[in-house]
């Protein structure tokens, strides 16, 4: 798939709304490509198609989720907006015939990140929260951290995920958090750097 028919397929399934997003999410995937040195239209086409199963009622994702063997933590079926990251991945290849893994994997961990992510899948999770289109307190300083280190953008980005989830006293899902943890260890302890 090709991000040009790829942005077809969205433009056909999602809002305006999302479309617009998806869009400002692949230019941003694919400055930080650039900056990171890694696959620029790798990077576009998951931003394009990282929403694929967003807006899809939750009903619809945890019966697709519960067919397919996706589900992975009850906070899910609490929350099954959750799974449109795994979902969309699953029906982009099934329906799509997406087969690159690297891109099925960004989009896959796109909500909740993976322990042991791959810059690519950072660099999808960071654009999606980044892009000029978002607008909440700490953005500004997440853009610079982001545009500078992977890692560091991640913690920043997870931190103020798990702030915001606990300010609207929603639950957290397990996985997250040993995404935090996991990162955290792998950056130097001087947290003056950042
Ligand atoms: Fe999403
Ligand atoms: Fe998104």
């Not at 305006?16 to 930080?32: D, L, P």
């Not at 951290?145 to 609207?168: E, H």
């Amino acid at each position: 798939m090709d991000e040009i028919r790829a942005e077809e397929i969205i433009r056909a399934r999602l809002s305006e709304n999302r479309y617009q997003h998806s869009r400002r999410v692949a230019m941003v995937a694919r400055e930080m490509a650039r900056t990171f040195g890694l696959d620029e239209t790798k990077a576009g086409l998951a931003g394009i198609v990282h929403d694929y199963a967003k807006g899809m009622p939750g009903y619809e994702l945890l019966s697709i989720a519960r067919e397919h063997d996706l589900l992975e933590d009850e906070v899910e079926e609490k929350s099954p907006d959750l799974l449109h990251a795994t979902v969309g991945a699953f029906l982009l290849s099934r329906d799509h015939g997406l087969d690159d893994e690297e891109v099925l994997n960004a989009v896959r961990s796109h909500t909740l990140g993976r322990v042991g992510m791959t810059d690519l899948e950072k660099v999808l999770f960071l654009a999606d929260l980044i892009e000029p289109g978002r607008d909440f307190p700490g953005i500004e300083r997440l853009r610079c951290l982001a545009m500078r280190n992977l890692d560091q953008g991640m913690v920043q980005a997870i931190d103020l995920t798990l702030r915001y989830c606990m300010d609207q006293g929603r639950l957290i899902h397990p996985r997250t958090v040993l995404v935090r943890n996991n990162l955290l260890s792998s950056l130097p302890s001087d947290r003056t750097l950042w």
